[in-house]
């Protein structure tokens, strides 16, 4: 059983940026984490979680929420288990808590479709 942990959410005025975290220990479903697409997902209150973004295993390849694209950037460090979703110029529609997930394919925009899920980490931009 693969075991996430999100880290690096925060307050900050719109504009700023924040880089976020996801660490991941165990397997999930035989793979281990660095063999492992892996997402990021958002969901603001009152509202359903919606896809952000997903970097393949080798962080060869990404998939960007429109919302998102060209203001967040994923990477991932293998070595040490972690994907960095770094957001720049964040406004008050990024507020949400952030979950990063993996067992899933990059590509696939559904919640549902990704197996193993972190707790979350609450961002909260202001105006």
């Known amino acids: 059983q693969v075991q996430l942990v999100e880290s690096g959410g925060g307050l900050v005025q719109a504009g700023d940026s924040l880089r976020l975290s996801c660490a991941a220990s165990g397997r999930a479903s035989g793979r281990t984490f660095s063999d492992s697409a892996v997402g990021w997902f958002r969901q603001a209150a009152g509202k359903e979680r919606e896809f952000v973004a997903a970097?393949?295993?080798?962080?060869?390849?990404?998939n960007y929420a429109a919302s998102v694209k060209g203001r967040f950037t994923l990477s991932r460090d293998n070595a040490k288990n972690t994907v960095y979703l770094q957001m720049n110029s964040l406004n008050v529609e990024d507020t949400a808590v952030y979950y990063c997930?993996?067992?899933?394919?990059?590509?696939?925009?559904?919640?549902?479709?990704?197996?193993?899920w972190g707790q979350g980490t609450q961002v909260t931009v202001s105006s």
């Open positions: 997930a993996t067992n899933g394919d990059y590509r696939d925009y559904r919640p549902r479709a990704w197996g193993s």
């Open positions: 970097i393949t295993w080798n962080g060869r390849s990404t």
